[in-house]
């Protein structure tokens, strides 16, 4: 009745093939852009930006970077974690080696860094595929922490081996360092969040994104049609690490401001982009935010109900916790196996014919 | 999404909701995951003393303390989620001590630029000593470097004063937290002539096979650990695998619970460890516990955890921070202070003897006085040694200082390259 197509009328292929093609969809999506930069920032505290949103955007990037690789093309890698600590050291380097130059390109640069690693990594997906490939990929988690635990280069020989964030402004308000007012680092995040979704959303429906479904569904195949195998797999490869590297970059200089490679960027940090990719749904631009969604937001949600909420004890809190979002994990993918994306699919599909479904 | 984002916003009100006009003090604590084993009794030991406080005294000053727990698994986004989550908690959080030294570097700027002192005790950042730098973090009553110093101090005595030659293997956690003490061991090798080797382990700790066969085959005459939570255990384990004379390892403070070398058995006797607070339950302060907190059944956690190393430890610091709410208290004047007052209760705490024994713990600590120029004690510490049999660490020598030499120009260039890094002018 309110969710429908109807009276909504097309006449040029431009207007055909927009992201959000239903008039509801399109407002909707303004209506959450305008919210997000033009009253979120003049609501949020310190608490609401650290603890919710930034981990939100950040991991939300990631998801993305990770799922044009898995999900549009197929190549699946556990190595995220390793390579968001290219993303973030690269940003380190370049914000202790460059102060003069502003933070924003420093972050985009750190993206190319980790993209032209994520390639060289990517070279063995030519010969070898699956679960090879992954364990390949897992060898490059590893041997990039063990890198930046081993190299005093990249920690400027700090004593301990951590990397502190140092204050950088952007157009003279501070998003990094202790210093920065929350609105400040979230509108810095956003900016960042938004423009990845929008390359993200326009590569995968362009050319670039149609070659890798192709190498995804049979790569003998797509070889045949006319797919170079070596180009489609190591652009996927480039461009799924130059979010995740925006994404590590983010991580380390606007939300945490001091990092411990090992536990930062371990192989958690692999797993848990990987669980936002699937359970949000692989080869979904909107997967992508809802997994990162479900798996930043409810530990922190479930938290709060059973401990300030209800005044529960910590450690039962916690360990319920662990039990509701893995449950909630197996009976998500149980019921819908791909991923909160195809439920909000299913969901609009039976709005759109509600309240006649005949 | 949007749904859950609205759920949120009402569940972060309801967390925010009760305001308390109490002096608030958060512990965050850890009582999941691979660290938890050392979370518990510290937290239990922390949580205790401030329940004796409310129940026996009502309070410090007739101000309940007011304490919320907060669980970060040992992890620094969810220690960070803490911080942000209960910084504002009734009047506003007065002291933070994470118990984790990557939580701790994390907060070091933050609740600086909040204004809310940092309690480091015996972790965190080594050169927070110099408080003319960093004005907000306190780490006496001693710190990783001196520890480093204590246990090279012991095994000069165990050779008469000389161990040049002398081979020693740094067995560490492969973080912040288990660098901190190489530096010091390089420099008090190049003084003393021993030959230093590092080998570290990752977090969690849990495989360590390589490590130890390393460590067999180098044959060192001794090995010093800085480890945490499972890590521990393994080690302890591998050492009396492969048969390690017990008596020639030695662990740093947090390398020394009973739930660490229990594990090994009888193997484990002799296992040592450096400690800056006493061990045991032999304290008047104890029968108090017992009587108020215990027998009310308002003991924290499954209260089983009472006289152990790290629940003294947790009494040890909650004890600190009373005393220092004290001072604070007497200096402005006022019960209810914030935390700038409670900063400078900090900045002019001075544990005596005297005052220890009125507290009901006699020779429980090293006697120290906080002062501008130094937040961090005067290096005191003792080697504890464990007896399976008797199932408890004994101390097996006094209170002694440590390397100050050493010990202080590392402090004072490290201090000085972190107040050139963050453009800070020193205070005093």
Same mark, same amino acid.
């Given at each position: 009745?309110?969710?429908?197509?109807?009276?909504?009328?097309?006449?040029?292929?431009?207007?055909?093939?927009?992201?959000?093609?239903?008039?509801?969809?399109?407002?909707?999506?303004?209506?959450?852009?305008?919210?997000?930069?033009?009253?979120?920032?003049?609501?949020?505290?310190?608490?609401?930006?650290?603890?919710?949103?930034?981990?939100?955007?950040?991991?939300?990037?990631?998801?993305?970077?990770?799922?044009?690789?898995?999900?549009?093309?197929? +190549?699946?890698?556990?190595?995220?974690?390793?390579?968001?600590?290219?993303?973030?050291?690269?940003?380190?380097?370049?914000?202790?080696?460059?102060?003069?130059?502003?933070?924003?390109?420093?972050?985009?640069?750190?993206?190319?860094? /980790?993209?032209?690693?994520?390639?060289?990594?990517?070279?063995?997906?030519?010969?070898?595929?699956?679960?090879?490939?992954?364990?390949?990929?897992?060898?490059?988690? *590893?041997?990039?922490?063990?890198?930046?635990?081993?190299?005093? @280069?990249?920690?400027?020989?700090?004593?301990?081996?951590?990397?502190?964030?140092?204050?950088?402004?952007?157009?003279?308000?501070?998003?990094?360092?202790?210093?920065?007012?929350?609105?400040?680092?979230? &509108?810095?995040?956003?900016?960042?969040?938004?423009?990845?979704?929008?390359?993200?959303?326009?590569?995968?429906?362009?050319?670039?994104?149609?070659?890798?479904?192709?190498?995804?569904?049979?790569?003998?195949?797509?070889?045949?049609?006319?797919?170079?195998?070596?180009?489609?797999?190591?652009?996927?490869?480039?461009?799924?690490?130059?979010?995740?590297?925006?994404?590590?970059? &983010?991580?380390?200089?606007?939300?945490?401001?001091?990092?411990?490679?090992?536990?930062?960027?371990?192989?958690?940090?692999?797993?848990?982009?990987?669980?936002?990719?699937?359970?949000?749904?692989?080869?979904?631009?909107?997967?992508?935010?809802?997994?990162?969604?479900?798996?930043?937001?409810?530990?922190?949600?479930? $938290?709060?109900?059973?401990?300030?909420?209800?005044?529960?004890?910590?450690?039962?809190?916690?360990?319920?916790? *662990?039990?509701?979002?893995?449950?909630?994990?197996?009976?998500?993918?149980?019921?819908?196996?791909?991923?909160?994306?195809?439920?909000?699919?299913?969901?609009?599909? $039976?709005?759109?014919?509600?309240?006649?479904?005949? | 999404?949007?749904?859950?984002?609205?759920?949120?916003?009402?569940?972060?009100?309801?967390?925010?909701?009760?305001?308390?006009?109490?002096?608030?003090?958060?512990?965050?604590?850890?009582?999941?995951?691979?660290?938890?084993?050392?979370?518990?009794? *510290?937290?239990?030991?922390?949580?205790?003393?401030?329940? &004796? &406080?409310?129940?026996?005294?009502?309070?410090? %000053?007739?101000?309940?303390?007011?304490?919320? !727990?907060?669980?970060?698994?040992?992890?620094?986004?969810?220690?960070? #989620?803490?911080?942000?989550?209960?910084?504002?908690?009734?009047?506003?959080?007065?002291?933070?001590?994470?118990?984790?030294? %990557?939580?701790?570097?994390?907060?070091?700027?933050?609740?600086?630029?909040?204004?809310?002192?940092?309690?480091?005790?015996?972790?965190?950042?080594?050169?927070?000593?110099?408080?003319?730098?960093?004005?907000? =973090?306190?780490?006496?009553?001693?710190?990783? @470097?001196?520890?480093?110093?204590?246990?090279?101090?012991?095994?000069?005595? +165990?050779?008469?004063?000389?161990?040049?030659?002398?081979?020693?293997?740094?067995?560490?956690?492969?973080?912040?937290?288990?660098?901190?003490?190489?530096?010091?061991? #390089?420099?008090?090798?190049?003084?003393?002539?021993?030959?230093?080797?590092?080998?570290? =382990?990752?977090?969690?700790?849990?495989?360590?096979?390589?490590?130890?066969?390393?460590?067999?085959?180098?044959?060192?005459?001794?090995?010093?650990?800085?480890?945490?939570?499972?890590?521990?255990?393994?080690?302890?384990?591998?050492?009396?695998?492969?048969?390690?004379?017990?008596?020639?390892?030695?662990?740093?403070?947090?390398?020394?619970? !009973?739930?660490?070398?229990?594990?090994?058995?009888?193997?484990?006797?002799?296992?040592?460890?450096?400690?800056?607070?006493?061990?045991?339950?032999?304290?008047?302060?104890?029968? !108090?516990?017992?009587?108020?907190?215990?027998?009310?059944?308002?003991?924290?956690?499954?209260?089983?955890?009472?006289?152990? =190393?790290?629940?003294?430890?947790?009494?040890?610091?909650?004890?600190?921070?009373?005393?220092?709410?004290?001072?604070?208290?007497?200096?402005?004047?006022?019960?209810?202070?914030?935390?700038?007052?409670?900063?400078?209760?900090?900045?002019?705490?001075?544990?005596?003897?005297?005052?220890?024994?009125?507290?009901?713990?006699?020779?429980?600590?090293?006697? *120290?006085?906080? /002062?501008?120029?130094?937040?961090?004690?005067?290096?005191?510490?003792?080697?504890? +040694?464990?007896?399976?049999?008797?199932?408890?660490?004994?101390?097996?020598?006094?209170?002694?200082?440590?390397?100050?030499?050493?010990?202080?120009?590392?402090?004072?260039?490290?201090?000085?390259?972190?107040?050139?890094?963050?453009?800070?002018?020193?205070?005093?």
């Amino acid at each position: 009745m309110f969710y429908r197509e109807a009276g909504d009328f097309k006449t040029s292929y431009v207007d055909d093939s927009q992201t959000f093609p239903i008039r509801v969809d399109r407002y909707g999506y303004y209506a959450l852009l305008a919210v997000a930069f033009g009253v979120l920032p003049f609501l949020v505290n310190d608490y609401w930006v650290n603890a919710v949103l930034l981990p939100f955007l950040i991991y939300a990037i990631a998801a993305i970077g990770l799922n044009i690789l898995v999900g549009y093309c197929g +190549q699946v890698s556990l190595g995220t974690g390793g390579f968001m600590a290219v993303g973030a050291y690269a940003c380190y380097k370049l914000m202790t080696g460059f102060p003069e130059i502003n933070i924003f390109f420093h972050v985009i640069l750190s993206g190319g860094i /980790t993209a032209a690693v994520c390639v060289l990594f990517g070279l063995p997906s030519l010969r070898i595929k699956g679960f090879y490939l992954a364990v390949a990929t897992l060898a490059a988690q *590893f041997f990039l922490v063990w890198l930046f635990n081993r190299v005093g @280069w990249f920690y400027n020989y700090s004593a301990s081996g951590q990397i502190n964030a140092p204050e950088r402004t952007v157009f003279g308000i501070a998003v990094t360092g202790a210093q920065n007012p929350p609105w400040a680092a979230y &509108l810095f995040c956003l900016v960042f969040t938004v423009g990845c979704a929008l390359i993200a959303r326009n590569l995968t429906r362009g050319m670039a994104g149609r070659k890798w479904m192709a190498i995804r569904d049979m790569d003998i195949a797509a070889e045949i049609i006319g797919v170079n195998p070596l180009k489609a797999k190591l652009t996927a490869f480039a461009v799924s690490g130059f979010f995740v590297g925006i994404a590590g970059a &983010l991580f380390f200089s606007v939300y945490l401001g001091a990092i411990e490679v090992g536990e930062a960027f371990g192989i958690n940090k692999s797993f848990l982009v990987l669980f936002m990719v699937i359970i949000g749904g692989l080869g979904s631009i909107f997967g992508s935010f809802a997994g990162a969604a479900f798996l930043v937001l409810l530990p922190v949600f479930l $938290k709060n109900v059973l401990v300030g909420g209800l005044g529960w004890p910590t450690d039962l809190a916690a360990h319920l916790e *662990f039990m509701i979002v893995g449950a909630l994990i197996l009976i998500f993918l149980i019921a819908e196996p791909h991923g909160l994306a195809q439920l909000w699919r299913v969901t609009k599909e $039976k709005l759109r014919l509600w309240p006649f479904p005949h | 999404m949007k749904q859950t984002l609205k759920i949120a916003a009402i569940a972060a009100l309801m967390a925010t909701g009760p305001a308390l006009a109490d002096l608030t003090i958060p512990d965050t604590s850890y009582r999941t995951g691979p660290y938890a084993p050392n979370g518990i009794p *510290f937290s239990d030991g922390y949580q205790d003393y401030f329940t &004796l &406080l409310n129940e026996r005294d009502g309070g410090i %000053g007739g101000e309940r303390i007011n304490l919320v !727990e907060c669980e970060t698994a040992y992890n620094t986004e969810k220690g960070v #989620e803490c911080y942000e989550a209960t910084k504002s908690a009734g009047n506003g959080a007065l002291l933070y001590q994470p118990l984790s030294t %990557g939580i701790a570097y994390q907060l070091i700027p933050k609740a600086t630029a909040d204004g809310i002192p940092l309690h480091t005790m015996g972790y965190g950042r080594t050169s927070a000593k110099n408080g003319s730098v960093f004005e907000w =973090v306190f780490n006496y009553p001693a710190n990783y @470097w001196d520890a480093a110093s204590h246990a090279i101090t012991h095994i000069l005595e +165990q050779n008469g004063g000389d161990i040049s030659g002398k081979k020693i293997t740094l067995l560490y956690h492969n973080s912040a937290y288990g660098k901190e003490p190489i530096r010091t061991l #390089e420099e008090l090798g190049r003084k003393h002539g021993y030959e230093l080797t590092t080998v570290p =382990v990752d977090h969690p700790g849990q495989e360590q096979k390589s490590q130890w066969l390393q460590i067999r085959r180098d044959r060192p005459d001794y090995v010093i650990m800085w480890g945490w939570g499972a890590m521990n255990q393994v080690a302890v384990q591998e050492a009396v695998n492969i048969r390690f004379p017990m008596e020639n390892f030695i662990g740093n403070w947090y390398s020394g619970a !009973e739930s660490d070398v229990r594990g090994a058995g009888a193997g484990a006797t002799g296992y040592k460890t450096v400690t800056f607070h006493s061990l045991g339950r032999d304290y008047p302060l104890y029968d !108090e516990i017992q009587r108020y907190v215990v027998d009310a059944g308002k003991a924290a956690g499954a209260g089983d955890q009472l006289g152990t =190393v790290l629940y003294n430890r947790g009494l040890y610091a909650a004890m600190l921070a009373a005393e220092a709410i004290r001072t604070a208290q007497e200096i402005h004047g006022v019960s209810a202070i914030n935390a700038a007052q409670l900063r400078d209760g900090m900045e002019n705490l001075e544990m005596t003897e005297a005052r220890m024994a009125a507290l009901g713990l006699p020779n429980f600590g090293p006697e *120290f006085k906080v /002062t501008c120029e130094n937040h961090g004690g005067n290096g005191y510490g003792a080697i504890a +040694q464990w007896d399976a049999a008797a199932d408890e660490f004994r101390l097996i020598t006094d209170y002694f200082q440590s390397d100050q030499e050493i010990v202080s120009s590392l402090i004072a260039e490290d201090s000085a390259a972190y107040a050139a890094e963050n453009g800070i002018t020193p205070r005093c």
